[in-house]
């Protein structure tokens, strides 16, 4: 937690990896929770999906789905150390996830860090079409319904691209990072129930985009 106000955060070499390696990059991936942009495809998605979103129903198996080596994934920076550690900042209320559920089966999700009114995402990971990316728009709007005013994202990739997602200096990232901080969001309304609708409303909050 530490690391985390320090603007680091740790990371593994690989998935047998025992040791953890703190790491503080010189640009850091941000998403902007006043200028989200939701793909209009998924938009769409939102409206008329029949997946239920939970939070926090079952973290651990949340953190294993993002730890799962796939087929066009050989490798992973979340270790078994990895898991135990944040299972246990979870189960103290520091760690969060955000899941999609169809059914009794956990088809896409993410989870994340959060310290006062900044959420530093870790990872997601997805068994279904657009599950990951479902939970990342529940996830902006109950940030922004909650009163959060960072969502961190580590670094800037392609897939991310598509919701803002910007390369910030580390200098302007401590200064916005500093002050979300010393925020305290209503954690009752981060984590209470929301529809598709709800979750477009709330993720286009103060923004000019439509899609």
């Known amino acids: 937690m530490h690391a985390y106000r320090q603007g680091a955060f740790p990371m593994a070499d690989s998935r047998d990896a025992d040791a953890l390696v703190m790491v503080r990059p010189h640009f850091r991936g941000v998403i902007p929770l006043d200028r989200f942009h939701i793909p209009t495809r998924l938009a769409r998605t939102m409206r008329t999906c029949e997946l239920e979103v939970k939070v926090n129903s079952d973290f651990p198996q949340v953190i294993a789905g993002c730890a799962a080596l796939i087929r066009d994934r050989w490798d992973t920076w979340i270790n078994r150390r990895i898991e135990q550690v944040y299972t246990e900042l979870h189960e103290r ?69 598509q919701f803002n997602i910007i390369n910030v200096p580390h200098r302007h990232y401590m200064q916005a990072l500093q002050p979300a901080l010393e925020l305290t969001p209503d954690m009752d309304l981060f984590r209470a129930g929301m529809t598709g609708q709800q979750a477009l409303d709330y993720a286009r909050q103060s923004t000019s985009q439509a899609s």
């Open 93 to 161: 209320g520091h760690a969060h996830s955000m899941e999609c559920w169809a059914g009794d089966a956990l088809v896409g999700g993410l989870y994340g860090v959060q310290i006062g009114g900044a959420f530093f995402g870790e990872s997601m990971f997805t068994r279904q079409r657009d599950a990951s990316k479902i939970a990342l728009v529940h996830l902006v709007a109950r940030l922004n319904r909650a009163g959060f005013s960072l969502l961190d994202a580590q670094f800037v990739n392609s897939h991310l691209k």
